[in-house]
């Protein structure tokens, strides 16, 4: 079927929730997609992060057919094969104790939520429904009816409540408004290392230090929602590191699985994920064998094959050039390994979107975040003549 004809079925039949760029897509391989017409584009959003081993990797693929045909879902009734395994592999990369397996990154926050508030009750000794956890301004955790309650998103918001209360909101990057907001009913900080979807914010250095070390002073939860930042996106496995700081609940999805499956994790330890008793959390397809035996593979080959060194070195190589770029429109250019924004400044005309589109003509897919803000996160296989090759043409695009 042609792209129009998929486009105005698509537009007639689906709630309209997304504005994707008219673009249809069936086929990807490494860093590359094709269009039903045959065109072939470099992926520059790797579904939010969530492709970081790069489209359809074989070594994922093979495991995920494999699987497949042996056993996919047996709901936690029963044990299986693979989650043993997946616990003990991602815990030992990590270097965490515990693991509790979801599906999707919004799982995954609602989770932790439930976790943390449970840790405050049962360990830390607030009472009972008094429970508040910190979060961020312009924070991205999900779609959820609680997680968008805590947004500062009004679009994401509105005509959607009521919501769930206990949360309370700060200024990113601004370690002195944490130690201010906490008080003795504060059970977390629920913080991304890089704010993703406001469009890759990067906090001053020493941050994530001193909300660490707050944390622990005051007996508070630090928690990392590292479900775009982590698995190699930074150029680290995961963005604390940058730091050298460990958070007490890290929360890892999208790459999970190379984007072939939804897989997310909730990395804790035995002090609030021993908390949990039988029947107090679950889900039917969290930890399935397909999801473990994909997600066990996904890790591997971001290691194996050297993943997220690339992304250090690639991503350095590739913010160098674009702040080469020379133009009126661009107000800044930011990044942290293959996690990369251009920001226009306000009013350019057409914004993002136009540049965008320009780009999409030119084989290179990328989404605008905001009004302003162009996001390069190609999959972390991407090579230093094909970062040359996206340069020219971005450079094209702003000419
Ligand atoms: C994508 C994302 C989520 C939500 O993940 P879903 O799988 O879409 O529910 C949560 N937090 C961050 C930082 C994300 O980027």
């Known amino acids: 079927m042609k792209a129009t004809e998929l486009i105005n079925l698509e537009d007639r039949f689906g709630a309209k929730n997304y504005k994707p760029l008219d673009v249809v897509l069936s086929k990807g391989k490494g860093i590359w997609v094709w269009d039903v017409e045959g065109n072939k584009y470099m992926d520059c959003l790797s579904a939010y992060s969530a492709v970081n081993q790069g489209h359809c990797h074989p070594k994922i693929q093979q495991v995920m057919v494999e699987q497949s045909q042996k056993l996919t879902l047996t709901s936690r009734a029963f044990r299986n094969d693979q989650l043993a395994l997946f616990y003990e592999e991602l815990c030992e990369l990590t270097e965490s104790h515990k693991v509790l397996p979801m599906n ?28 508040q956890i910190i979060v961020c301004n312009d924070n991205f955790h999900g779609r959820t009816l609680s997680i968008i309650g805590f947004s500062t998103d009004e679009n994401a918001r509105q005509n959607f409540g009521p919501f769930t209360p206990g949360f309370k909101t700060i200024p990113f990057g601004d370690a002195d408004a944490l130690e201010q907001a906490i008080n003795p009913n504060t059970v977390a900080f629920l913080v991304e290392p890089i704010q993703g979807e406001a469009g890759v914010i990067i906090p001053p250095k020493g941050y994530l230090k001193k909300v660490r070390q707050i944390c622990t002073d ?65 889900s039917t397809f969290g930890g399935n064998p397909l999801a473990c035996a994909v997600a066990r593979q996904a890790l591997k080959v971001l290691v194996e094959e050297n993943m997220i060194e690339n992304a250090e070195k690639t991503g350095a190589y590739f913010l160098a050039e674009l702040k080469k770029i020379k133009n009126d429109t661009i107000k800044d ?5 293959l996690m990369i924004a251009i920001e226009l400044k306000k009013g350019t005309p057409g914004g993002a979107r136009a540049i965008c589109k320009s780009l999409m003509k030119m084989g290179i897919l990328c989404k605008e975040t905001h009004t302003d803000i162009i996001r390069f996160a190609p999959p972390l296989v991407i090579q230093k003549q094909e970062i040359d090759w996206a340069v020219e043409k971005i450079r094209a695009a702003f000419a």
């Open 104 to 131: 999707s990154g919004a799982e995954a926050v609602e989770t932790v939520i439930k976790c943390a508030r449970k840790w405050g009750y049962e360990s830390k000794g607030v009472a009972d429904g008094q429970a």
């Open 218 to 282: 005051k007996n508070v939860l630090l928690i990392l929602d590292e479900i775009q930042t982590g698995l190699g996106r930074t150029g680290k496995l995961l963005a604390e590191e940058h730091e050298g700081i460990q958070a007490d609940l890290t929360l890892i999805g999208k790459a999970l699985s190379g984007g072939f499956y939804p897989v997310s994790a909730v990395l804790s330890n035995e002090a609030v994920l021993g908390l949990l008793q039988p029947g107090q959390h679950g």
């Open 333 to 337: 250019v930011r990044g942290l390994g």
